[in-house]
């Protein structure tokens, strides 16, 4: 039945719901990792780990007298041999097989051994004892005799038979704890089974929705891939355009740039003639007014004022420094001279006749009309991928397989449940016999008890032994009560204690301690164990093949990581998803479908006959000839001999020195005169020679080794022009690659993607360790950690019954009514 279930179990994972198509394509990222988000996981409530909480104390103390009384190691080659053997051993070799038992067990057998004696020799014991004080002997006379430490021995014993009892008390407060901690735990199990069943449940459930989520997410690639076949121009022609760019981009910008030099050159020579034109008028104009005002400045300076010594020494002085310095009033730069640049403006302009800008070609490369065959076919081709990818889900009978599963998980617990009312009496009668166990030794404790309280409270330090009173007598009778009850009671107690020891025992050390340590796996996975065929069982009985790497323990630790029941149960064996995947979703077809794009570039001229002339005609439009020092020796000159407005400053200030007159007035008129001429006329010539210094120091820049430059581009447009026409057919075959692998490598992330999805997200396991975990759990934490506890606590007290029995005879003397005593003449 159970082999039926695990096959149910790989018949959920062999196939799933269709593939779910997306009406509207998503917004994608740009090329790269895709999202495919995460598998929706379902949530397990099962917490498979049990603290024990304060009494883990006691089982702990368990552990380490086990540990003591069995400190061998797991005999894991003697029950591998009897197990290959079908314990065929033990007739064969019973004397070899039955020493290696006895050495395992020494630890065991010398404990029941002892607990064998005590259970036989204390009633015999006790019996021949009781015999013995029936004939006075044995302290059964009642007679004391008189010792003078009689007091101090009492308080001994009294004391020592109150330790002792307090020690059985511990020892059965510790099997009543541990008795009641097993009633507790029972009503747990319950809450264990349901809470794994329903985990269970959820793991049916669960795994479907989460398998036809892997399928959906095909969706993802395959938008990814139609996003970037619908955009392979600007994808494959961007990436070969910008890789022809790192040679034609520098040659087209260099010619691009030679073109914007001519347009600026065209600028530079207006300029230049415009204000060459401008200073050789302003200079005819500027000598003639400065003529005249040195005339009409001379005709002042003859003003008798001037002349008259006697009268002004200080007029006739600055008169005559004034005229000394007329000769300074005259321009400096002599622009007549310069040739006109006519000639060359008339050349730029007739090669400007020509747009350089509009022959030169960018590299075109989205030729949509090369793809469109490859995109129609490798877009058919990822529909029938898809297609493929839901068609062989629908192979498998996936709602009934589930249906079965369930119904077997559903009957399973119900059949669990019918075992829960025996599980309680069951329970009950157990919890009822410890019960007995415990109320024994209570009796025994009761009446020791009471035997030291009436001894004590009853006690008369005057009276004699033949003259105690009641209260001591009746604590006396008690503890001899005590005794028999003792010697009655102790030979059940240890017989149920030694067979709850030797059970509890050994399931701690061959199955408890083992299944912590993985010990036991190491037995259940040893080769040709179960089958002589069979290298290894699981594999062996589920997929007939005893080779495959499936182990026990690897299948228990994988579930315990909560990793896919598709890894942790090797399914690949039975469906290979990889396989499967490469052969379906990855065929040729998208590399030769791909590969079936085609790029010609050699129809793209770069720069055509025209544009390569008019790069010439530039380089030979004269601007070579022009006189760039002579220029350049005029404009650095100032426009007069001295800057006019210091010179009108100069004549001002002498003229203020002059005495108020006539002389004075003329003066001052011709100083508002030369700064009327200089604002009016040096200013705008001065612009005027800044823009003409500028234009003839671009000019000649530009006209700087002009011819070699030009000869440099076209050779530049040249070598692009043929790497374009000869040698792009490698660059667009590596990047027609690069993008081919780009398309497939969308294909190889959702492959890669499902795997691991399955190995690691689908249909996590937990539940079936879950399920081991808590056979652990109710077995050695709940069961025999508990009986182990008990047997303890009952053990410990049952032992020291012994001197119990012994102090509590001793010290009765001292409590009981003797009939005679020691008695001394004066």
């Known amino acids: 039945m159970w082999k039926t279930g695990i096959l149910l179990l790989l018949w959920v994972f062999l196939a799933s719901g269709e593939l779910q198509q997306e009406t509207e394509p998503r917004r994608l990222p740009p090329p790269g990792k895709l999202d495919f988000g995460y598998v929706p996981a379902g949530v397990y409530e099962t917490l498979a780990h049990y603290e024990p909480g304060p009494i883990g104390i006691l089982f702990h103390m368990v552990h380490v007298f086990l540990h003591v009384v069995q400190p061998n190691p797991f005999p894991q080659d003697l029950i591998v041999k009897l197990a290959k053997d079908k314990f065929g051993a033990i007739q064969t070799e019973y004397q070899k097989v039955t020493l290696c038992a006895i050495y395992y067990e020494i630890g065991f057998l010398v404990c029941a051994a002892v607990g064998l004696l005590f259970a036989v020799l204390v009633p015999i014991a006790g019996l021949f004892f009781c015999m ?9 006379e009642m007679h004391q005799r008189q010792r003078k430490n009689a007091d101090c021995r009492r308080g001994l014993l009294g004391t020592l038979l109150f330790a002792t009892s307090l020690v059985i008390t511990i020892g059965v407060l510790c099997a009543y704890a541990a008795n009641q901690n097993l009633s507790s735990q029972v009503k747990n199990i319950r809450r264990l089974v349901n809470s794994n069943m329903r985990d269970l449940h959820t793991f049916a459930n669960d795994t479907p929705m989460q398998i036809d989520y892997l399928i959906s997410q095909y969706a993802t690639a395959k938008n990814k891939v139609i996003y970037d076949l619908d955009n392979i121009g600007p994808l494959l022609g961007g990436r070969i355009h910008d890789q022809l760019d790192k040679e034609v981009h520098p040659a087209l910008d260099r010619v691009l740039n030679m073109a914007g030099a001519m347009g600026e050159t065209k600028e530079a020579l207006e300029n230049v003639s415009a204000g060459l034109e401008v200073l050789q008028v302003g200079t005819g104009k500027l000598n003639f007014n400065l003529s005249l ?16 010594e006697e009268s002004d020494a200080t007029s006739a002085q600055l008169c005559r420094n004034i005229r000394q310095s007329l000769f300074q009033l005259q321009i400096s730069a002599n622009f007549t001279r310069l040739p006109n640049v006519n000639a060359q403006l008339e050349k730029v302009n007739h090669v400007m006749k020509t747009d350089l800008s509009a022959i030169v070609q960018r590299v075109s490369l989205d030729h949509k009309s090369s793809y469109i065959v490859a995109i129609v076919s490798v877009q058919s081709l ?76 009853g006690y008369d330090k005057h009276a004699s032994p033949t003259t105690r009173g009641c209260i001591s007598n009746t604590g006396g009778t008690m ?14 107690l240890m017989g149920v204690v030694t067979t709850i020891f030797l059970a509890g025992g050994n399931m701690e050390k061959l199955v408890c301690d083992p299944f912590q340590t993985k010990e036991v796996f190491k037995v259940v996975d040893t080769p040709y164990l179960v089958n002589s065929d069979w290298r290894n069982f699981i594999p062996g009985y589920i997929y007939n093949d005893s080779d495959l790497e499936l182990t026990a323990e690897s299948l228990y630790s994988t579930c315990k990581e909560n990793k896919g029941i598709y890894s942790a149960m090797r399914l690949d064996k039975v469906f290979n998803i990889s396989l499967f995947l490469n052969t379906t979703v990855f065929t040729k077809d998208v590399v030769s479908h791909l590969d079936s794009v085609k790029i010609d570039l050699r129809g793209i001229i ?23 020092a002579d220029y350049l020796e005029e404009v650095n000159k100032g426009v007069t001999v001295i800057d006019l407005l210091t010179f009108t400053r100069e004549l001002e200030a002498q003229t203020d020195l002059m005495p108020r007159g006539a002389l004075q007035t003329a003066l001052k008129g011709h100083v508002g005169t030369l700064r009327q001429i200089h604002s009016q006329q040096i200013i705008p010539m001065e ?4 823009a003409l210094n500028q234009g003839i120091r671009f000019l000649e820049r530009t006209a700087s080794d002009l011819p070699n430059k030009v000869l440099a581009i076209i050779d530049a447009i040249e070598a692009a022009q043929y790497l374009i026409s000869q040698n792009a057919t490698h660059l667009i075959n590596r ?42 759990i109710i077995a050695c934490s709940f069961l025999v950690d ?29 409590y009981r009514r003797m009939d005679t005593e020691d008695v001394y003449d004066e």
């Open 132 to 140: 013995c004080r029936c004939c006075d002997n044995c302290g059964g």
């Open 293 to 308: 005002v040195r005339t009409s400045i001379n005709r002042t300076l003859n003003d008798p004022g001037c002349h008259d």
């Open 382 to 457: 990822v529909d029938d991928i898809g297609k493929n990818i839901s068609s062989y889900s629908k192979v498998f009978p996936v709602q009934s397989s589930l249906s079965n599963f369930t119904i077997f998980v559903s009957h399973a617990h119900a059949k669990i449940e019918d075992y829960y009312p025996e599980i309680d009496r069951m329970d009950f009668y157990r919890w009822i016999g410890c019960i007995a166990l415990c109320c024994m030794v209570v009796l025994v404790l009761a009446f020791n008890y009471l035997g030291l309280l009436c001894g004590t409270l």
């Open 479 to 492: 503890l001899v009560a005590g005794v028999g009850f003792s010697i009655i009671f102790s030979w059940v």
């Open 606 to 628: 770069l720069l055509e006959t025209e544009g390569k002339q008019n790069l010439l005609d530039f380089s030979e439009a004269g601007l070579s000839e022009i006189n760039y």
């Open 687 to 690: 612009q005027a020679m800044s």
């Open 735 to 776: 990047e027609t690659e690069k993008y081919t692998a780009t398309i497939v490598g969308y294909f190889h992330q959702y492959i890669e993607w499902v795997k691991t999805s399955l190995a690691m997200d689908v249909a996590p396991c937990k539940p079936f360790s879950n399920m081991v975990d808590t056979a652990e």
């Open 786 to 814: 508990s009986m182990n506890a008990f047997w303890m606590g009952m053990g410990c007290s049952t032992i020291f019954l012994l001197p119990s029995i012994i102090l509590a005879v001793k010290l009765a003397k001292y």
